[in-house]
């Protein structure tokens, strides 16, 4: 019969795994867009008028500046990466 060992904790009390369900993960939206320039289509039914308008803000205050790619990126919390 082999021996299985468990892993030493001691020293950092536990293991983290990105699949670890105990740390709340932050929400990451996923918003459609067929291109930056043209980001939706005309075919009502299609994914990406989901969330229209919210997409037609996010990527005007990208346009103007008011947004960066690194604070899109964690959520437009307005935190930096």
Same mark, same amino acid.
């Given at each position: 019969?082999?021996?299985?060992?468990?892993?030493? +904790?001691?020293?950092?009390?536990?293991? /983290?795994? &990105?699949?670890?369900?105990?740390?709340?993960?932050?929400?990451?939206?996923?918003? #459609?867009?067929? +291109?930056?320039?043209?980001?939706?289509? /005309?075919? &009502?039914?299609?994914?990406?008028?989901?969330?229209?308008?919210?997409?037609t803000? #996010?990527?005007?205050?990208?346009?103007?500046g008011?947004?960066?790619?690194?604070?899109?990126?964690?959520?437009?919390?307005?935190?930096?990466?």
């Amino acid at each position: 019969m082999q021996d299985f060992t468990t892993p030493n +904790t001691a020293s950092s009390g536990t293991l /983290a795994f &990105p699949t670890d369900t105990q740390t709340p993960q932050p929400i990451v939206p996923v918003f #459609l867009i067929h +291109t930056l320039e043209q980001p939706f289509c /005309a075919q &009502p039914s299609c994914a990406c008028h989901q969330n229209q308008v919210t997409v037609t803000t #996010l990527l005007a205050a990208i346009d103007q500046g008011a947004l960066t790619l690194g604070v899109v990126g964690n959520g437009t919390t307005g935190k930096q990466r």
